[in-house]
């Protein structure tokens, strides 16, 4: 039985304007595999957290900056930036069978998402900042300094009453 759960949210709409590439779901999708693939251990697989603070993390270098120094404890914070883009790109990436979420809510890439990694990585010329960036990054941004960086939002503003 096919699984049809997000295929009422998936709307294809022409547009007059050209759509940045970062904004493109072709790209977003691919991005989020390459982040899952060279980022995330492989049972433990990835939160959607740490897909957001990565991908934000490729769209400047100065992000990529401040991702560095909070890894390198430069920095005690970071700001996070929630790209509607990254939710987008992880529904069609599901609804194409290229990633599953497990039961902890984290993602892993299926069979076809390995498949499609590999081709990407075959490819020179394909993704070239998106691989060297996440080659330096590794498995460096750990759930620990994800539950760290949560914990800040979570009490920094609460009042004692």
Not at 2 to 29: C, G, H, M, Q, W
Not at 43 to 66: D, E, P, R, W
Not at 98 to 103: G, I
Request: glycine fraction near 4%; proline fraction near 2%.
């Amino acid at each position: 039985m096919d699984n049809f759960l997000l295929t009422n949210e998936i709307i294809f709409e022409s547009k007059p304007d050209a759509v940045p590439y970062n904004y493109r779901i072709s790209y977003k999708v691919s991005q989020l595999c390459l982040i899952i693939s060279s980022s995330c251990n492989g049972k433990g697989g990835c939160s959607l957290v740490k897909l957001h603070i990565i991908s934000s993390a490729l769209n400047t270098k100065a992000y990529m900056q401040i991702l560095d120094d909070y890894m390198n404890e430069k920095s005690s914070y970071m700001l996070v930036r929630f790209d509607p883009a990254v939710n987008r790109g992880i529904k069609y990436a599901v609804a194409d069978g290229l990633v599953f979420q497990l039961k902890n809510g984290t993602f892993r890439l299926t069979e076809k998402g390995k498949r499609l990694m590999i081709k990407i990585n075959d490819e020179e010329n394909l993704l070239l900042n998106e691989k060297r960036y996440l080659s330096s990054l590794g498995k460096k941004l750990t759930n620990e300094k994800i539950e760290s960086l949560m914990s800040m939002w979570r009490y920094k503003n609460v009042d004692d009453k």
